[in-house]
Nanobody, 129 residues
C-alpha cells in the first residue's frame, strides 16, 4: 500500500522560506506522478506543482512560478517543495498526492485533484504579515 507523509510546514513571516517534504512508501513501480495541492480555509483545493517520477517533468501554477520549486529524490521516494518569498496568501494546508496510473505529468493535473488517488494527511503552512 502506497502511503505519503508530508512534513516541513510551520509558521513563517512574509518573505521567508519553507521546504516541504513528501515521503512516499510502498511504491511497486517507478512510474507515477506526485503533485502538491493546497487548501486555504473557505477555499477550494488548488494545484501548486506536479512532477513525473520517471523523467522529472515539472509543472507549476502560473502564479507561483519563480517562488516555488518542486524536486525529488528517487532513492528516498521523496518529493520536496521549496517555497521562497512566502506571502500571507500562501497560508493553507499543503497536501501531496500520487497518481499511480500514469507516468507523465501534465499541466492539467493542477486543476484535476480527482486524478490523484493517494493523499497525505497535509501539513499546515502559515505566513504572517
Amino acid at each position: 500500500e502506497v502511503q505519503l507523509v508530508e512534513s516541513g510546514g510551520g509558521l513563517v513571516q512574509a518573505g521567508g522560506s519553507l521546504k516541504l517534504s513528501c515521503a512516499g512508501s510502498g511504491f511497486t513501480s517507478d512510474d507515477y506522478i506526485i503533485a502538491w495541492f493546497r487548501q486555504a480555509p473557505g477555499k477550494d483545493r488548488e494545484g501548486v506543482s506536479s512532477t513525473s517520477n520517471s523523467d522529472h517533468t515539472t509543472y507549476y501554477r502560473d502564479s507561483l512560478k519563480g517562488r516555488f520549486t518542486i524536486s525529488s529524490d528517487n532513492a528516498k521516494h521523496t518529493v520536496y517543495l521549496q517555497m521562497n518569498n512566502l506571502k500571507p496568501e500562501d497560508t493553507a494546508v499543503y497536501y501531496c498526492a500520487a497518481d499511480l496510473r500514469r507516468s507523465v505529468a501534465d499541466y492539467s493535473d493542477l486543476s484535476a485533484p480527482n486524478r490523484f488517488d493517494i493523499w497525505g494527511q497535509g501539513t499546515q503552512v502559515t505566513v504572517s504579515s
